[in-house]
């Protein structure tokens, strides 16, 4: 690492988070910057030697989604006809994620195109973080990392030291990796049924599955967008007799009104990551934020290094 010291640079979706990866490696930031024209054009300029450096760009692809996506790819390109020895590309929020099938006719596989459009710009590997739908990593030919967020929620939660508590997946899709936040925390798990009729990002929930009288909830999911969800889900688990309820989530692509209408629900806390940022809406106190930037800096650092990242996360 001291012969080839890393080099990275912040796309300006993810400007904090790469702040605070550049501390937690005790690294200076690389120096960039992007202009955006009054035609909605986006340009991009490296302001530093990049030639025959290995190079990761830090870069989340939301708020807003296409221009922040088709800035990733013009860094890409940027590093690569610079001379950049390799490219690694940190997308803390994949937004394309959730188009990873063609379950309706005549529709794009969105997460598809997008990573043939990561490749063809020259990315040589990709690291991300909870996948919503983990296959999109067959989609790609290079090495795709994606990282977990769930040992720094769980470590959050741990410090509330909630009384009685419960982990709850808002949906029979995200079970599995509930399961493993009640794991990692000892507690048992109930499970939310809902369904999703149409795209207008609501769901309505049905049922709970599991007891959870007298329980303090802990609502996990990958991420909430309309905060729809997870509002259904909290007053549902007080009508079955919880006590409290909180929730942790990964992504918070908090849009609209979903600050408010998480303010003014019973969820007693939202921890959400700093996997987004740029919010269009200041967040309130019930939300707090837990920075995921160690846990891109260790991987960054075992990537550079040649060393194992899933070793991260053994018992996760």
Request: net charge neutral.
């Amino acid at each position: 690492m001291n012969d080839d010291p890393m080099l990275i640079f912040a796309g300006s979706g993810s400007p904090r988070l790469t702040a605070r990866i550049c501390e937690y490696l005790h690294l200076p930031q690389g120096k960039n910057e992007t202009l955006h024209f009054s035609d909605g054009n986006t340009f991009v300029r490296v302001l530093e030697n990049v030639r025959g450096r290995r190079v990761y760009l830090v870069q989340s692809t939301i708020f807003p989604t296409n221009d922040m996506f088709m800035e990733l790819l013009f860094w890409i390109d940027a590093f690569k006809r610079a001379g950049a020895d390799s490219v690694t590309v940190i997308i803390p929020y994949f937004s394309y994620g959730k188009g990873d099938k063609k379950d309706e006719p005549r529709v794009s596989i969105r997460g598809r195109v997008c990573a043939d459009a990561i490749e063809v710009a020259g990315a040589d590997r990709v690291v991300t973080m909870d996948l919503h739908a983990p296959q999109i990593q067959g989609f790609f030919h290079r090495p795709v990392d994606n990282l977990y967020a769930l040992p720094v929620l769980c470590n959050r939660i741990k410090a509330m030291n909630l009384p009685n508590p419960i982990i709850v997946s808002p949906d029979v899709g995200f079970a599995k990796q509930a399961r493993r936040y009640a794991s990692h925390l000892g507690t048992p798990i109930a499970i939310a049924y809902k369904e999703r009729l149409a795209h207008d990002e609501k769901a309505v929930v049905m049922e709970v599955i599991g007891d959870v009288r007298n329980k303090t909830a802990v609502v996990v999911d990958d991420f909430t967008t309309s905060g729809g969800t997870l509002v259904s889900v909290a007053n549902l688990l007080l009508e079955q007799g919880a006590r409290e309820v909180y929730a942790a989530v990964t992504h918070s692509v908090l849009t609209g009104r979903a600050v408010e209408q998480i303010e003014n629900s019973p969820i007693k806390r939202l921890f959400i990551t700093d996997t987004v940022e740029n919010h269009p809406v200041p967040f309130t106190a019930k939300i707090e934020v837990v920075s995921v930037a160690p846990l891109f800096g260790e991987a960054i650092k075992r990537i550079h290094n040649r060393e194992s990242i899933s070793e991260m996360f053994k018992g996760v």
